[in-house]
């Protein structure tokens, strides 16, 4: 019968092995959205994205609560949150997923980097893949500033714009997310 010791060693040496991996972390990124179309544009900035990142396996996970997007309008907040996205029954969107820099690039390292990300968009209750790329600059403090931009469609997440204001918000909405981590 084989031995238990190499598994047992390996059990034991699991959590120092995930702890000694570098995370970064932010909980006031800044997520824009943007509807063009052409009766009015609307415009809605959420400053309280929570986001990790491990820039050695290029994980990233990111938690925004819908409820935190505030727009011009204190009317469009509330139909936004009440008639689009149910925010009380869906109450905050998620994306998951990886990094991947250019080969051979340390996300870590003093300068600009360039990436692709995929990963699982949930928003309303539906996961859709979602493809971008991103820009990272690593600075001499030891933060990485992040940012990219992506197209998102409300049907592709069942999100239900009734007809009578369906030419006021654009087919795909433009979102820009802004972060900057710190290490944890």
């Known amino acids: 019968m084989p031995s238990a010791r190499p598994l047992l060693l390996t059990l034991m040496l699991w959590p120092a ?7 970064y972390g932010s909980r006031n990124g800044t997520i824009t959205f ?3 179309a052409p009766l009015e544009d609307i415009t809605a900035v959420n400053r ?30 509330e139909h936004f949150n009440e008639n689009y996205m149910e925010s009380a029954k869906w109450p905050k969107a998620t994306f998951k997923g ?3 820099p250019n080969a051979g690039d ?11 990300v995929d990963g699982t968009l949930n928003i309303h209750g539906v996961e859709r893949p979602l493809h971008t790329t991103a820009q990272l600059i690593s600075g001499p403090d030891g933060r990485i500033k992040a940012g990219c931009t992506f197209e998102v469609k ?13 030419d006021k918000i654009a087919k795909s909405i433009q979102v820009t997310v802004d972060i900057t981590y710190r290490k944890l």
């Open 34 to 36: 943007f509807s063009s």
């Open 154 to 166: 409300p049907e592709d997440h069942a999100i239900a714009i009734p007809g009578v204001v369906r």
């Open 98 to 100: 990886r990094i991947v």
């Open 48 to 77: 309280n994205a929570a986001s990790v990142l491990i820039p050695s396996t290029g994980a990233i996970e990111f938690s925004v609560l819908i409820r935190a997007f505030e727009f011009e309008k204190a009317l469009m907040q």
């Open 17 to 23: 092995v995930v702890a000694a991996q570098d995370k």
């Open 106 to 116: 340390d996300l870590t390292k003093q300068g600009v980097h360039s990436a692709e």
